[in-house]
């Protein structure tokens, strides 16, 4: 069902979204500014090359530690305190952090300057820590439903892409402050230390931008009076419980620490798999190496358009096992060009498996719950990565390279690589778990995965198990629907179809009585009451009328449907449009037309035609009907090829001949010709 403004275009006009956007986007380049320029600070306040390597490597330990030890203590707190104080006071505190290295470096001796520089990292590391999940938690309360995939697209982009940018800057600031530093000294260090005030500045910019923001605090569940508050640990507890009972958060989880797993063996054993298998240098690393981030990035950008109108629950899982398919077959062919493409697939398809998966915990998990979900996730996903970066190389290792002669007689041998077989091991798990995942969370059992991925490759709507055709007239006051839908029925059983001429509202006995009332200019509905009274005509329609005839094979033509409901009652009354959809979904059990016709009017020229004695709908003000035919317009719009939009000031037979030929198109062959 068409809803208007999805995608990541949309989520970016939603006004509190985009500032909070913002500040994000500048605050994760910030924090991989800082992360490059932490690391060089380390390596400079040492002298010998191990020793440099031993700082390094206690930056990244002394930021990743904090994360393994209460990443979900941190969640469990996004669900207890108020989500936009925790995020402005994580802020504060990163700022005046970042701030404090360069000034306590400029006061103190190198080595007090490096033990301060590694609290200072557990520091920095622990207020995201709490950023995060407060973060997460709080996207899907600023976007409408239907928006969050693209809110999070965005985000997911801005993270990593600031990534490259982030390293350019600092590459530009090390040769700038290098050519400055020849004649000033306070430049020596200059890269770092601007780097790091540049950082500092992009972390109170967010503060005061969150600072700014309406934002929502978490929904707390009522407690009887007198009962104390739950300790942390209680409701730490109560969210890992959760996780236990609740297939798709479990599904989730498994799949996303599994698709995080493939990408991170890549990364790890990228090195040994380019030189012992591929028997390539640097550059076919590097060629892995990029493919499995453009994978990524392409598949979080391109990922959700693809995948259209497809469940989302329904494809998490296979793009899983995808991933786990792609390392697979990389590990089985020893051959840079596939290896590269192969490595691609694993990144695309685990980016995909990351949108989707965060998108469907900000979906599906309660509120109240959220901050835990995803402070568990952060976590988890920490350890999964160092799990598997430090391991893999270990097990291959272990492995090593042999060959093994074949029983009987010949020369035959196999060789084996450890490397090679690490991968398919770590492939095959991935195919596992994604099969799991689907298992957990497969909310269209019954119908088979090959037809929903056929019919997307087609980009056929979903249309059900009938033979029959379904096809919507739309459109304002005095757009000639009826005329339009007589000439039309004639035509339709002239070709020999059997054709079921139906409308909203009122079409069925009870729907007489629903439409009495909706059209009574006597009836004082509350905007709500109305759209579950046209819900309430449109279900019974439906299962009385419609779907009978489709199941029979005919073609069933209505004077008004879904759009009606999102026109009037969305655009219209001004309900929430995702709302809307919801009700009609849930009315129709997800009964699309093959085609809407909007017959396009201007309210002014078809208000006149309408009559002198106006029924409720038809007695409201000008600017509602304007309202409803810009509605009209953007649900065309919205999904162009399955509308056919007709302005409905030109002649009836020129109205009546685009129909025919739009319809012509769709109908199975003239019964009549075909006996
Ligand atoms: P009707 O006399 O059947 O209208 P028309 O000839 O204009 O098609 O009246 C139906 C009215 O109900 C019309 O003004 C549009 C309105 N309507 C809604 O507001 N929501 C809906 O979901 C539907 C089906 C109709």
């Known amino acids: 069902m068409p809803v208007p403004g999805r995608g990541p ?28 320029a932490t690391t060089a600070l380390a390596t400079q306040l040492v002298d010998t090359f191990a020793s440099k390597a031993y700082a390094t490597g206690g930056v990244l330990v002394f930021r990743l530690l904090p994360a393994v030890l209460f990443g979900p203590l941190a969640g469990a707190y996004a669900d207890r305190w108020d989500r936009r104080r925790t995020m402005v006071t994580c802020d504060v505190i990163r700022f005046g952090l970042f701030l404090s290295i360069p000034l306590v470096g400029s006061v103190t001796t190198r080595n007090t300057a490096l033990l301060y520089l590694l ?29 969050l995939e693209g809110a999070n697209q965005l985000t997911l982009i801005a993270t990593y892409a600031s990534a490259p940018v982030a390293a350019a800057v600092f590459a530009f600031l090390s040769l700038l ?93 990228g090195k040994l798999f380019a030189e012992s298998v591929l028997a390539g240098g640097d550059a076919a690393y590097g060629l892995l190496f990029g493919s499995i981030f453009l994978g990524i990035a392409a598949g979080v950008a391109l990922g959700p358009k693809a995948l259209g109108d497809l469940s989302r629950r329904r494809v998490f899982g296979p793009s899983i096992v995808g991933a786990g398919a792609s390392l697979i077959f990389m590990s089985l062919v020893p051959n840079l060009f596939l290896a590269t493409l192969a490595t691609f697939f694993v990144g695309a398809f685990a ?5 989707v998966g965060i998108t469907l915990l900000g979906l599906e998990i309660e509120d109240e719950l959220r901050g835990r979900m995803f402070g568990l996730v952060q976590s988890l996903m920490r350890i999964d990565l160092l799990l598997v970066t430090a391991v893999t190389p270990f097990a291959a290792g272990l492995i090593g390279t042999r060959s093994i002669g074949l029983p009987g007689d010949g020369p035959a041998v196999i060789s084996i690589n450890g490397v090679s ?11 596992v778990v994604g099969i799991v995942s689907f298992r957990q969370m497969d909310d269209r059992r019954g119908v088979s995965l090959r037809s929903d991925l056929l019919r997307r490759l ?104 879904v759009d009606s409901s999102l026109a009037y009652q969305g655009a219209g009354r001004e309900l929430e449009a995702a709302d809307v959809a919801k009700l009609s979904r849930w009315a129709t059990g997800g009964l699309v037309p093959d085609l809407v016709v909007l017959l396009d009017v201007d309210p002014v020229v078809g208000l006149a035609r309408a009559g002198s ?39 009836v037979q020129v109205v009546q001949e685009a129909l025919r030929t739009r319809l012509a198109a769709l109908l199975p062959a003239p019964l009549l010709t075909r006996a």
């Open 458 to 561: 087609r980009r056929a709507p979903d249309r059900g198990d009938y033979p029959g055709t379904f096809v919507a007239l739309e459109g304002g006051e005095g757009g000639g629907k009826s005329t339009q839908l007589r000439l039309l029925e004639a035509w339709l059983a002239e070709r020999g179809h059997e054709v079921v001429v139906t409308r909203e509202p009122g079409a069925t006995a009870a729907g007489a009585r629903v439409r009495a009332l909706l059209l009574d200019p006597a009836a004082q509905l509350s905007p709500r009451a109305e759209a579950l009274l046209y819900a309430a005509d449109r279900a019974q329609h439906v299962a009385e009328v419609i779907r009978p005839a489709l199941r029979r094979g005919a073609v069933v033509v209505t004077d008004r449907y």
């Open 177 to 269: 402050s290098r050519w400055l530093g020849s004649g000033v000294e306070y430049f020596r260090t200059g890269p770092v230390d601007l780097a790091l005030y540049v950082n500092a500045a992009t972390f109170l910019f967010a503060a005061l931008t969150v600072y700014r923001l309406d934002l929502p605090s978490p929904k707390v569940a009522d407690r009887p009076v007198g009962q104390a508050p739950p300790t942390i640990f209680h409701s730490l507890r109560e969210g890992l419980s959760f996780m236990g009972r609740t297939p798709l958060a479990r599904g989730l989880l498994v799949g996303m620490l599994g698709a995080l797993a493939a990408g991170g063996a890549i990364i790890a054993l």
């Open 421 to 431: 077989v690490v991968l398919f091991v770590g492939g095959l798990l991935g195919v």
């Open 9 to 36: 275009r949309a989520a970016l006009r939603n006004e509190r979204f985009r500032k909070l956007y913002c500040a994000l986007a500048l605050s994760s380049f910030g924090d991989w500014l800082g992360f490059l």
């Open 119 to 147: 609290a200072a990292s557990f520091l920095i590391e622990t207020a995201s820590l709490f950023w995060i999940p407060a973060k997460e938690a709080s996207v899907p309360n600023l976007v409408p439903r239907e928006q």
């Open 351 to 355: 980016g995909v498996a990351y949108v």
């Open 613 to 651: 004695e106006p029924d409720r709908i038809e007695a409201e003000s000008l600017a509602f009907h304007e309202r409803v035919r810009q509605g009209f317009l953007d649900l065309a719009e919205s999904d162009p090829d399955r509308y056919l939009v007709v302005p409905a000031d030109q002649p």
